[in-house]
């Protein structure tokens, strides 16, 4: 099929306007983008932009702003519950660090103080910064001063959350959360008011030791993490991961033995650094040169995956919006890396059996089909010349020869079509009269095997494109003249079938004598009426008008015994 819609598309004309339409409405949809008719078909961004969704069982029609704040309510109810428990169930843990009674082990405080002695003033007070969220002053009452601070911070970012969980006004929302901002940044300078009186008191610091400290001070960190780039949140992730560690003491598979509700309510609600990066990472998954790996997705929660995903569609929209209508977008999904983190980002069900376990499956079918409709458009419409594409050409061009002389066979002017076709020879070819009428001859009154080999054979000595245009003139002439002027370039009576041995000059009978009538007729039919002159002088006109030859209408005309010198 596709083979033959090349040749169709190369014959050129109506057949090749409606090819072109059709395949390029199949890749680039609608016309009219902005008033898309019923009867138009979806382009390849759209199919794909739908099955994108669907795959990844993103089925909500909010948008993806929508569905991450439903999302993230209810992971912050889930994660309140389990964050009380794991409060409650606090066991204690060592960060290192100096110790109003002696030093400690060397812990990540420690490492993070020696770091920050390698680099510049700004960038050291940036890691020292992050080293104090996890300390105590050792002065009384300085550590309750900082954790009633801490507190508090923690307490308005809560109910900053639930304001705007309540809220459905965009307005509304962007007020609280500017509000939210300004009363954040007077808290964090109360709360560097309180370490720097602290600082006076004593230059020693112990670490935290508590889940609940720990916690407030992270999500500190976390703020920190949001706000750097480069080397510092290189150095401040590392700190909070090296942290961690120290919390859970993991065991060679990665599972916590420590403080495991902790890591069951970090699991289930992460901090707003972590949600935020993990709807960051699926933004950035598809843009050019990109390095969001498979390895990446794997190491989020399940909480965060979800909205990884809703990250990657939003991604996805933002890599076809710059696309240009007619684009081959199936190209962002070549990449080795881009096709491995689709395996695992693709949500498939546990077991073998439930409903759309087949889902990746499904996905490669969707993008091998679109790659298939976009190879078609390139090889139906694209100029390379293939000795395959000369076959299929030679073929349509011959069947196409074949339909049309067995048009002509069953038309009621094959006298002229016989004389036609020697005629657009001669012309086009500079055949001898003699060569051009057999041609003819053999054309038009073979049977149907021989027509066949005798197209086919002289289509190989002119070639397909002289072929054509032989059947496009022959084509042009004989409608004129087999439409408008047939009553015209008729004769009078129907001659009979039989093989042409030279071209026919027709004869009028006479008027008061009847014609004879053919051997199989018992009886001579009526005569026909004389045809009226003034008639046939305009079916004259009419027919010279559209391309007949002048001579050969005057001739038909005096046969008739009309004179023909009006025209």
Known sequence: MRRLTGSVYRQGGKGAEDTKAALDFRQRGPE??????????????????????????????????QTQRSMLDAQKAEGDRLYTLARDQSETFDLGGNSSVGNGAPG???????????????????????????????????AAREDAVILRMQRAAEDEQRRVARLTDPDQIAKVREDFSVKQQRMMQDLQNVRQQNALITAQRRPIDDVNRFDASK??????????????????????????DRVHEYDAKGNATKN??????????????ENSEAIDLGRKALTENSEVSADQFKSLTKGQQKLFRIGLDESLNNAL???????????????RRVRDLMNEVIPVPKSSGSTFADRPERFGDVMAREQRM?????????????????????????????????????????????????????QMFGYRTEVATELAKKLLMAGPAEQQAYLAQLQKQVGPDKFKTFMDELTKRTNVMAGAGADVMAPTTRPSEKPVSA????????????????????????????????????????????????DKVIERLRSKGIDAGDI
């Not at 019923?38 to 993103?58: A, K, M, W, Y």
């Not at 993070?112 to 105590?136: I, N, S």
């Not at 976390?222 to 942290?243: C, P, S, T, W, Y």
């Not at 004598?513 to 079916?539: W, Y």
Request: no cysteine.
């Open 374 to 426: 976009v190879q078609t458009r390139n090889e139906t419409m694209g100029n390379s010349k293939t000795r395959q594409r000369e076959n299929d050409d030679e073929m349509f061009n011959n069947d196409a020869a074949t339909t049309l002389f067995d048009r002509f066979k069953s038309m009621n002017v094959k006298d002229f079509i016989l004389e036609e076709i020697a005629n657009v020879g001669r």
């Open 32 to 65: 009219n983008p902005y008033a898309p008719r019923p009867d138009e078909p979806l382009g390849q961004i759209e199919r794909i932009r739908d099955t994108f969704r669907r795959v990844l069982g993103i089925t909500s029609s909010k948008s993806a702003i």
């Open 321 to 335: 919006g710059g696309s240009k209508p007619g684009a081959d977008v199936t190209q962002l999904f070549q990449t």
């Open 503 to 550: 071209l026919p000059s027709p004869q009028r009978s006479a008027p008061d004598s009847a014609p004879t009538a053919p051997p199989q007729q018992t009886a001579p039919p009526a005569p026909k009426p004389t045809p009226d002159r003034e008639k046939l002088l305009q079916k004259a006109r009419e027919a010279i008008a559209k391309g007949a030859p002048k």
């Open 219 to 244: 999500q500190a960190l976390d703020d920190m993490i949001e706000g750097a780039d480069g080397n510092l949140k290189r150095q401040l992730v590392n700190f909070k991961h090296e942290l961690l």
């Open 108 to 142: 990540p405080i420690d490492i993070l103080a020696l770091r920050a002695q390698d680099y510049p003033g700004p960038f050291a007070a940036k890691l020292q910064e992050a080293a104090d969220l996890f300390t105590r002053p050792v002065s009384r009452g300085g």
């Open 260 to 273: 495991i509700p902790y890591q069951n309510a970090r699991d289930a609600w992460g901090s707003r650094a």
